[in-house]
């Protein structure tokens, strides 16, 4: 492979990734579950400590959790929360606008008017259902981990997305999963040192999904870069 092929192989599977929130129920071979993680896990890690661990959900397991979360879920039980804090206790500008924008634009095309609840809480829920994948990934860490493992963890994480998209695959990463964390370690059974990271969607993407269409702006070079001579 030349470096113009390797280039443009590289730059398609970034620029095509994006969060998918509808799926087809088309399975996965196991075999190439294996490949993305596997590839996935030559991820840069701190004297190599690969502090990932991966929970991988087909079939009646899948099932199982869906069902035990959605049900907290619906019935609104108390006393679920993260056990850490992905976004800021308090929003700021720019990131203000950024999360509002990305979510009037999917509500947008879902046709969910602004105070429209019920039809929020649904769309909330398909999370809970990997949004229809026939594959659901729950990823975890040891908590004794410092920042640098979590700095580690979101490199696997990408490449795992990555990984996905050059097999023609797709992905949606997912926090909605963290409020239920302890459902989640009771089925999965996870051991006390275990916490939870995330979640992720994988499968092929619905085609015919209007929400899949929705393509994230993402901030021009000035907003985050400062070139240094």
Known sequence: ?????????????MAGRHAV??????????????E???????????????????????????????????????????????????????FFEPYLARRRKIGWDLYGLLGIRKGDAERMKAQMRRNLEFFGAPVGLIFSIDRRMGQGGWLDYGMFLQNVMLAARARGLDTCPQVAWLDYHRIIADVLGFGPREQLVCGMSLGHADPAAIENSLQTERAGLAEFVVFHE
């Open 36 to 90: 993305i993680l596997g590839i996935a896990a030559r991820a840069p890690s701190g004297t190599n400590l690969q502090p990932w661990r991966v929970h991988v959900l087909t079939g009646a397991t899948r099932q199982t959790l869906v069902d035990a979360v959605c049900a907290a879920y619906d019935a609104a039980e108390p006393g679920h929360q993260a056990e850490y804090n992905y976004y800021p206790a308090e």
């Open 1 to 13: 492979m030349t470096p113009e092929t390797l280039q443009a192989a590289v730059d398609a599977a």
């Open 21 to 34: 929130r509808a799926f087809l129920p088309t399975a996965i071979p196991r075999e190439t579950i294996a």
